[in-house]
């Protein structure tokens, strides 16, 4: 059995391999909005790197819990930091980076739940993607130098 699948709590990661998971969460978004709307901002890569690190975060630590309940809890995550941000970037700061206000059931222009339900399918594809990214980010050694320097 390995670490973690017993129900303890997973072994913990490096600072270092959430903050490049993030990268590469924040990159795979920006990487999804040219796919779908053509453009970015740079906002989103920060957005997207949060997010992802989020459901990652969420299918670790609740890997007991059936996959489609992560998947709601992913996509409730990920739609309250969209409303967050959308609040502070497009609100507040007058960025004007997406507006819902033409979705039904929009609030206030920033969440919709036509999205949240996108977000609940990456949501799911999130888990296997981030076991993969963190795998490929972590090293046998995790960046440690033995005292023979090796």
């Known amino acids: 059995m390995k670490n973690g699948e017993n129900g303890a709590a997973p072994p913990p ?18 990487l999804i909005e040219l796919m779908w709307r053509g453009r970015t901002h740079w906002t989103m890569f920060l957005l997207g790197g949060a997010c992802f690190e ?48 033409d979705v039904p059931f929009n609030i206030l222009g920033q969440i919709c739940p036509l999205y949240t339900g996108f977000w609940y399918a990456l949501g799911l594809l999130s888990c296997p993607v981030y076991r993969l990214v963190c795998a490929a980010l972590t090293f046998p050694h995790d960046g440690q130098i033995s005292a023979s320097g090796h």
Not at 14 to 22: C, E, K, L, N, S
Not at 54 to 66: C, E, K
């Open 13 to 30: 990661m490096r600072i270092g391999t959430h903050a490049a998971a993030a990268v590469v969460g924040g990159l795979g978004y920006n």
């Open 54 to 101: 989020a459901m990652g975060l969420i299918h670790r630590h609740m890997r007991r819990v059936p996959l489609a309940v992560r998947g709601a809890v992913c996509a409730g995550t990920v739609t309250a930091l969209e409303l967050l941000c959308g609040c502070v970037v497009n609100l507040w700061l007058h960025m004007d980076v997406w507006d819902y206000g």
